[in-house]
T-cell receptor
């Protein structure tokens, strides 16, 4: 079974630029999560989808972050415009409803 | 505020030692608790998932327990090896939304 795929693996941008991350979950997993992990901290949930509906986005900075899940499968997370404090690893995870989470390799974002 | 705390933040042990990592949480409405390991620069690897109706789960040299009444989970690693060196994270899911909140992790180093 293929794991969670993410791209790109690394991204370096200037502040105020835009960036997008892509995630392809494990086949059959209805729940998809995007997390932000700052160095030395645990992952922080940004948004949780079940199929193509949003379950929780209470910690998503909606003035600059947006996310969508296309047809309940792939998902894209966008930052526009980026700030220095957005430098972090962005992790995508998927699971069957209320079951074990599986994570992708993450995207390391550096904002200069 | 729902929080997850992991103590100690860092641990260094000689090879072969048995060790216990601690995870405590403030919210008793827990659906399940999941333990992960994270190697430097990598995504999270799932180790064990404990449902709220369970008391413990075992996989190889790993044993995780859950005590909802005291708000604690422990991860026991038997006969530690240098390959066990990593950051260990626990995350608990809330009943209903299955939203996960992560601890800040315990950074483990096993010395050969």
């Amino acid at each position: 079974e293929a794991g969670v795929a993410q791209s790109p693996r690394y991204k370096i941008i200037e502040k105020r630029q835009s960036v997008a991350f892509w995630c392809n979950p494990i086949s059959g997993h209805a729940t998809l999560y995007w997390y932000q992990q700052i160095l030395g901290q645990g992952p922080k949930l940004l948004i949780q989808f079940q199929n193509n509906g949003v379950v929780d986005d209470s910690q998503l900075p909606k003035d600059r972050f947006s996310a969508e899940r296309l047809k309940g499968v792939d998902s894209t997370l966008k930052i526009q415009p980026a700030k220095l404090e957005d430098s972090a690893v962005y992790l995508c995870a998927s699971s069957r409803v209320a079951r074990e989470q599986f994570f992708g390799p993450g995207t390391r974002l550096t904002v200069l | 505020k729902q929080e997850v705390t992991q103590i100690p933040a860092a641990l260094s042990v000689p090879e072969g030692e048995n060790l216990v990592l601690n995870c405590s949480f403030t919210d008793s409405a827990i659906y399940n608790l999941q333990w992960f390991r994270q190697d430097p620069g990598k995504g999270l690897t799932s180790l064990l998932l404990i449902q709220s109706s369970q008391r413990e789960q075992t996989s190889g040299r790993l044993n995780a327990s859950l005590d909802k009444s005291s708000g604690r989970s422990t991860l026991y690693i038997a006969a530690s090896q240098p390959g066990d060196s990593a950051t260990y994270l626990c995350a608990r899911a809330t009943s209903g939304t299955y939203k996960y909140i992560f601890g800040t992790g315990t950074r483990l180093k096993v010395l050969a």
